[in-house]
């Protein structure tokens, strides 16, 4: 037998109203509060075993009719009595309570795990792109990850003199002028992966200082030293919600003068590598218009691109990270540099000037060779 909420609730209303009984009158004879008589009307909730019983005497019919929501004739009463018992009754109603409860514990607990999920994986991942030069050194695919368990570093450094590298010491200054050994490494890159706790390199309680005190030291085969300032920039947090797929980058005009990089990287590469001549691996272009020198190589190993325009006064040059899409200029006359990366701009070295003029001609220059 199948209990109808409706029936039954719709069933004590109508008896109720046959004996002219308020629901506080019909909740003083039970006696059972108020509200309880509304949610049976509403269909909300049906009595409980005992109250049934109550129910019954007062409104003078069986429990089984009560249960039917109508009167029933003596057939239908002899059958419904043979199928239908309070006792099964109680426990259909205990059984709905603890399904129920189970549901609710299992829900709060689902809410309960993706709160936790959401406090502990929110903002866990960071990447920062890491950028360095000094005079003819150049710090390449230089990368930092940070997760909640590990670390994950490594820089290159590119010496346009004919010096050779010995080694390279990664190291942060304290508050002290100290400094503090972070790793070091044999030849011209330094990576390591680093796990959060047991022998760290990186102390991650500090690790937030320590980043923006970063330098590298390289020490040449003759014992010179020279030492850069590591600048990293974020370019990747995981502090979406939801992830949304981004639309193909458009292909670049020659006429465009946005600072943004809007050209496709595949077709930047393959032009460049139909342009430029394929020496030691790598693609050259140079020419020499208006007394001037105009000098690019294309390292296709790493995705960089670098592009130098000398002449008697001056000696500029653009490295450019096609992966990243980080720019680094510098000028020897000047004595100055800056980075660009993601519509900032970033003074690295002197006094830095006419910044979005350099990037819009070393845009002019490829479009130009291209």
Known sequence: MVMDKEKIGKFILELRKEKNLTQEELAELIPIDRG??????????????????????????????????????AKEEKYSSNILTLELYDKNIKRKKIIMILIFIIML???LFLTYYFI??????????INGIKNDLKILDGIFVKTKHKLYFKVEVIDNTINNINDLTIYYVTNQNEEIMIANNKGDYVSFIDYNGYNE??????????????????TYANDYVEKIKLDLYEDYVNDNFIFNKKQNIEKQSNNDSQLNLTTDTQNLIDKI???????????????????????????????????????????????????????IYTNSKNNYSFSYSKNEFNCLQGICNNQEEKIKKFWLELDTIL
């Open 36 to 73: 309880a008589i509304s949610k049976w009307e509403r269909c909300i909730t049906i009595p409980d075993s005992s109250t049934l019983l109550i129910l019954s005497r007062i409104f003078d019919v069986s429990i089984n009719e009560i249960l039917c929501g109508q009167r029933l004739t």
């Open 201 to 218: 390199y990186i102390d991650s309680s500090n690790i937030d200082y320590i980043l923006k005190n970063l330098y590298i030291k390289i």
């Open 273 to 327: 590598k139909n342009t430029f001549n394929f020496q030691d691996n790598n693609y050259v272009y140079e020419t020499l218009k208006n007394n001037q020198l105009v000098n690019v190589i294309f390292f296709a190993d790493s995705n960089t691109l670098t592009m130098n325009i000398v002449n008697k006064d001056e000696n500029e040059s653009w490295y450019y990270d096609l992966f990243f899409k980080n720019i």
């Open 120 to 129: 502990n994986s929110y903002k866990s991942i960071k990447v920062f792109t």
């Open 109 to 111: 607990l689902f809410l």
